[in-house]
């Protein structure tokens, strides 16, 4: 609930040949990332969660796109907003990826499947490796102190970075003395920059780059996250156009990689010129449905981009967002970047999933999945009850109980754990239209 947290749990119950299934989605509202409040994103979410009582999960062979289209239609019956005008991934993205979530969440419960499964993972549990660690980059004395002292993460160290060029280079060469420039230690140093540079700032940086000779020694590559401003689609093609350019082996490892503009397919068009040179950040409470990230990464590809992808914002995401970028991860060809990061909701988190992510005892940068279908996890009831002080259900009668204190025996209907484990039920290929899923809330 917005009052205990930015979080709000959507809980979807459908039915399949009369057996009940439950799916579980988050909505994790940032007004800095999406536009979206806690409030209101909570009241866009009871809007939704009554529209989608009764209505009909027609199936085909993308069970994304299915989803997708569901959101769609209820986007058009409640908000008048028509797909063509590209807003249903822009009007609340964050409320919209909770309900695809938790539909997915349920479809896959249905078919006794993971939701990887469900969107085509070769592995359905893992494991996805972690190689991305964040880092605070002011003060590169703490990097070099701690990587001297055994603390060697494979992969990416990423970290923010102010206006400072010179600071920027002096954590760069921290690193690559203590890495001893080996690449099998580390492979980069990502820069998280949001827009606040100008291509003075890559000139200056560049140029010491080049006038560095433990950089010049090292293997070490360079991501220059979000430089410019993502209107600023002159002075990327120009950066991009120098680096690919220029002849120093060093400095041609630097990489560019972009997330604002590349949300939709639409806005992946408007930056064609820059997708065979850049590396992307998917944040999918930006996009607002998994089906939204796969066509706009498919776009991409058809106009050349063959880079890396970076599963962004993992830090602000509890288990279950956790569990859907993990789930995401295996379904890419090549292995993203991913950090992994839980954020800690203290000193009173809003609720506990289990089973977690697990993390390999032999190497603790590999995750797994839970097993089990759908995202393989539970709401932990305990602490839905230490923690639920508004409940409200809507189903075919509209609402039926609203309460502002804990009623012990709607969390013992809503949150029974034994909803969540449902013997196998799969439609034949002939089942006709009555038979389609069939959608109720409760939250």
Same mark, same amino acid.
């Given at each position: 609930?917005?009052?205990?947290?930015?979080?709000?749990?959507?809980?979807?119950?459908?039915?399949?040949?009369?057996?009940?299934?439950?799916?579980?989605?988050?909505?994790?509202?940032?007004?800095?990332?999406?536009?979206?409040?806690?409030?209101?994103?909570?009241?866009?979410?009871?809007?939704?969660?009554?529209?989608?009582?009764?209505?009909?999960?027609?199936?085909?062979?993308?069970?994304?796109?299915?989803?997708?289209?569901?959101?769609?239609?209820?986007?058009?019956?409640?908000?008048?907003?028509?797909?063509?005008?590209? @807003?249903? #991934?822009?009007?609340? /993205? $964050?409320?919209?990826? =909770?309900?695809?979530?938790? *539909? %997915?969440?349920?479809? &896959?419960?249905?078919?006794?499947?993971?939701?990887?499964?469900?969107?085509?993972?070769?592995?359905?549990?893992?494991?996805?490796?972690?190689?991305?660690?964040?880092?605070?980059?002011?003060?590169?004395?703490?990097?070099?102190?701690?990587?001297?002292?055994?603390?060697?993460?494979?992969?990416?160290?990423?970290?923010?970075?102010?206006?400072?060029?010179?600071?920027?280079?002096?954590?760069?060469?921290?690193?690559?003395?203590?890495?001893?420039?080996?690449?099998?230690?580390?492979?980069?140093?990502?820069?998280?920059?949001?827009?606040?540079?100008?291509?003075?700032?890559?000139?200056?940086?560049?140029?010491?780059?080049?006038?560095?000779?433990?950089?010049?020694?090292?293997?070490?590559?360079? @991501?220059? #996250?979000?430089?410019? /401003? $993502?209107?600023?689609? =002159?002075?990327?093609?120009? *950066? %991009?156009?120098?680096? &690919?350019?220029?002849?120093?082996?060093?400095?041609?490892?630097?990489?560019?990689?972009?997330?604002?503009?590349?949300?939709?397919?639409?806005?992946?068009?408007?930056?064609?010129?820059?997708?065979?040179?850049?590396?992307?950040?998917?944040?999918?409470?930006?996009?607002?449905?998994?089906?939204?990230?796969?066509?706009?990464?498919?776009?991409?590809?058809?106009?050349?981009?063959?880079?890396?992808?970076?599963?962004?914002?993992?830090?602000?995401?509890?288990?279950?967002?956790?569990?859907?970028?993990?789930?995401?991860?295996?379904?890419?060809?090549?292995?993203?970047?991913?950090?992994?990061?839980?954020?800690?909701?203290?000193?009173?988190?809003?609720?506990?999933?289990?089973?977690?992510?697990?993390?390999?005892?032999?190497?603790?940068?590999?995750?797994?999945?839970?097993?089990?279908?759908?995202?393989?996890?539970?709401?932990?009831?305990?602490?839905?009850?230490?923690?639920?002080?508004?409940?409200?259900?809507?189903?075919?009668?509209?609402?039926?109980?609203?309460?502002?204190?804990?009623?012990?025996?709607?969390?013992?209907?809503?949150?029974?754990?034994s909803t969540l484990e449902i013997a196998h039920t799969r439609e034949a290929a002939t089942t006709d239209?009555?038979?389609?899923?069939?959608?109720?809330?409760?939250?």
């Amino acid at each position: 609930m917005p009052d205990h947290g930015y979080s709000t749990i959507v809980r979807i119950c459908a039915t399949r040949d009369g057996v009940r299934h439950v799916g579980l989605g988050e909505i994790r509202a940032l007004n800095s990332l999406t536009g979206e409040t806690p409030d209101k994103a909570y009241e866009i979410a009871q809007q939704l969660g009554r529209a989608l009582v009764g209505l009909r999960l027609e199936e085909d062979d993308n069970p994304a796109r299915a989803t997708h289209a569901l959101m769609d239609g209820v986007l058009r019956s409640e908000f008048g907003i028509a797909p063509e005008t590209l @807003l249903p #991934e822009r009007f609340y /993205p $964050a409320v919209r990826l =909770g309900f695809d979530a938790a *539909l %997915l969440d349920a479809l &896959a419960r249905s078919r006794d499947e993971s939701v990887a499964s469900l969107l085509g993972a070769g592995q359905t549990t893992g494991p996805v490796q972690r190689n991305v660690h964040s880092r605070k980059f002011s003060k590169p004395s703490k990097i070099l102190n701690s990587m001297m002292h055994g603390d060697h993460p494979t992969g990416w160290l990423r970290g923010r970075v102010d206006r400072s060029v010179k600071k920027s280079v002096s954590v760069l060469k921290a690193i690559a003395l203590a890495s001893g420039g080996d690449s099998d230690i580390l492979e980069g140093v990502c820069y998280v920059i949001n827009g606040g540079w100008t291509p003075k700032h890559v000139d200056v940086l560049t140029t010491q780059m080049s006038e560095s000779a433990p950089l010049r020694q090292s293997s070490l590559k360079v @991501l220059l #996250e979000q430089p410019f /401003p $993502a209107y600023a689609t =002159g002075w990327y093609q120009d *950066l %991009l156009n120098r680096i &690919a350019a220029l002849d120093d082996p060093f400095l041609g490892r630097v990489r560019v990689m972009i997330e604002d503009g590349v949300r939709t397919a639409a806005g992946i068009e408007r930056s064609a010129a820059l997708m065979p040179h850049v590396d992307i950040k998917i944040v999918p409470q930006t996009h607002g449905s998994l089906f939204a990230i796969r066509e706009a990464l498919d776009r991409a590809r058809a106009l050349g981009f063959d880079g890396r992808i970076y599963l962004g914002n993992a830090g602000m995401n509890t288990e279950l967002n956790s569990l859907l970028l993990a789930s995401l991860a295996l379904t890419m060809t090549q292995p993203p970047l991913f950090s992994a990061d839980r954020k800690s909701e203290e000193p009173r988190p809003i609720r506990q999933f289990h089973p977690q992510l697990t993390t390999d005892p032999a190497d603790r940068h590999r995750l797994f999945l839970p097993k089990g279908a759908g995202w393989g996890s539970e709401l932990c009831r305990s602490s839905l009850e230490k923690r639920l002080r508004n409940c409200i259900r809507f189903s075919c009668n509209g609402i039926e109980t609203k309460t502002t204190r804990l009623k012990a025996q709607l969390i013992a209907e809503a949150f029974d754990d034994s909803t969540l484990e449902i013997a196998h039920t799969r439609e034949a290929a002939t089942t006709d239209k009555d038979d389609n899923t069939t959608f109720t809330h409760e939250a």
